[in-house]
């Protein structure tokens, strides 16, 4: 079964069975109810926002790319189970083993099993999410807003938008077990490219085939896609021994230390010696810098619009800091600190420093990146609306989600009062960076007023987490 040939009926047996195992995964995490009521929420969401955006004036080629971006984005973010999703389980499940990390209990090729997991992940997500994301557009075309015949494209591509997101992020995550100096070389080589050519590399996406539905768009936006689910696999090579779970000795400990008690080093500790290690943080939010600064750049073409750098970098970056406190809680069983002599607001203190500890350096070290391109006048309100928005961030997601900020992908009322909570700060930021240069003193104002709004509702939100998760630990709940 280890050999090169492909047994189909033990391939789609597999397939099926690794179907049924992340459906039952999320339904026994977070309930049979609310986790199925979530593709009607997206929809609806989806529905919402583009009919906002088109009383706004803007136009209908921009929300689609907005969504392929959106979409390519979530695919990377589903593809890091090649860079943590053993770590994750493991503490989430206990002694489970789902199939994709079971190479060494069956006799099935760990590369079969990657591929496997990249095609489950591509026809789960196509029902649960990217199906409903598409239906969003379905009102658009009734109206005449969105052409019909392009409304099958546009599922197609959404789709294959996904699927290039988690290849590509799996085969990076292949090349960063070989070596992380080509791992290295090649993310050099897609900014530059980014950077230089990027209406080449929009090419080569299924994105543009939406733009080019000709043959030759087909084959030029479908073609490197079936080379990432193909290199992908067979880039993986998992380190053996298990060493990186024993490579931080007591040296590191002393010297995270100075960051705080314990329960400061643990979350530091465990974000390093994870897979992946703090090259996470790096990962994700420079993808979501670089996602921002096409966006912006689009905004310009299409609009004519200058918006204000500073206040959109610093607002987006602060959003995107919720995937570090994702990785800081990554392996928290919450109900195990009831065990512990701590308080849980030593807990949350502990985290906190943590999250800003890994956030707040990285997401300025990019804002010093735009600075290459940019104007660094334009960059300075940057530097004060990222860490004030990131206070809001963290008080938020503190608050409501606890130990487990997993849950808000599948719960869905959680998921709709979070993504309201940031909206009501995100949208007015992003209004005042589109009216910067209309209105530069009044943006400025109302950025800087309601970053240091946001971030003193952070505070008390953050004051209240360890009593608030305490008692409902105490509680059962």
């Keep these: 079964m280890r050999g090169s040939t492909v047994d189909l009926p033990l391939t789609l047996g597999l397939f099926r069975r690794m179907l049924v195992e992340e459906f039952r995964l999320h339904t026994s995490l977070f309930g049979r109810r609310r986790f199925v009521t979530l593709p009607v929420f997206v929809a609806l969401v989806v529905m919402g926002g583009a009919w906002l955006l088109g009383l706004t004036g803007t136009a209908m080629g921009t929300v689609v790319a907005g969504v392929h971006l959106l979409v390519f984005f979530f695919g990377l973010q ?14 989430l499940l206990g002694g489970t083993t789902l199939l994709v990390f079971s190479a060494r209990t069956l006799p099935v090729s760990r590369r079969r099993l990657l591929g496997v997991f990249l095609l489950k992940d591509v026809a789960y997500y196509f029902v649960f999410f990217l199906s ?36 590509t992020s799996l085969t990076l995550a292949g090349v960063a077990t070989r070596s992380r100096l080509i791992l290295l070389g090649v993310l050099a080589g897609v900014l530059a490219a980014l950077v230089l050519l990027p209406g080449e590399l ?7 085939t939406y733009l080019d539905p000709s043959p030759v768009g087909v084959i030029a936006g479908f ?37 705080g008690d314990g329960t400061t080093v643990r979350p530091l500790l465990e974000v ?47 959003l995107g800091t919720f995937t570090t406190y994702n990785w800081v809680t990554q392996l928290d069983d919450p109900r195990e600190y009831l065990r512990y002599p701590v308080a849980m607001d030593r807990v949350f203190a502990g985290k906190r420093r943590a999250f800003f500890a890994l956030s707040l350096p990285t997401g300025l070290a990019y804002l010093a990146v735009a600075a290459l391109w ?21 008080g938020v997601t503190a608050y409501l989600t606890g130990l487990s900020a997993d849950e808000l992908l599948f719960d869905t009322s959680l998921f709709a009062l979070y993504g309201f909570a940031l909206v009501v700060v995100a949208v007015p930021l992003l ?26 509702v952070g505070v008390l939100l953050s004051r209240r987490v360890g009593a608030r998760w305490e008692e409902k630990l105490r509680a059962g709940e």
């Design 431 to 456: 209004v005042a960076a589109l009216a910067y240069h209309a209105a530069p003193r009044q943006a400025v104002a109302v950025a800087l007023g309601l970053s240091v709004l946001a971030a003193v």
């Design 202 to 208: 929009v090419a080569l996406t299924p994105y543009g």
């Design 223 to 259: 073609v490197p896609l079936l080379g990432l689910l193909v290199a992908g696999p067979l880039a993986f090579q998992p380190a053996t021994g298990g060493g990186g779970a024993r490579r931080v000795g007591r040296d590191r400990f002393d010297q995270l230390s100075s960051l």
């Design 272 to 318: 390093a010696r994870s897979s992946g290690s703090v090259w996470k943080v790096v990962f994700s939010l420079g993808l979501l810098f670089f996602v921002a600064a096409l966006l912006l750049e689009r905004v310009l073409v299409v609009t004519g619009i200058e918006p204000s750098l500073g206040i959109a970098f610093g607002t987006l970056l602060a």
């Design 132 to 167: 409903p994301i598409v239906a969003g557009f379905v009102p658009l075309v009734l109206v005449g807003e969105l052409p019909a015949g392009e409304l099958g494209l546009l599922w197609l591509t959404v789709t294959a938008t996904f699927a290039l997101g988690a290849a």
């Design 78 to 91: 589903v593809g890091t189970a090649g860079l943590i999703g053993r770590d994750a389980m493991r503490d």
């Design 374 to 394: 940019f104007p660094r006048a334009e960059l300075l309100l940057g530097v004060v609306v990222f860490p004030l928005v990131s206070v809001y961030v963290y």
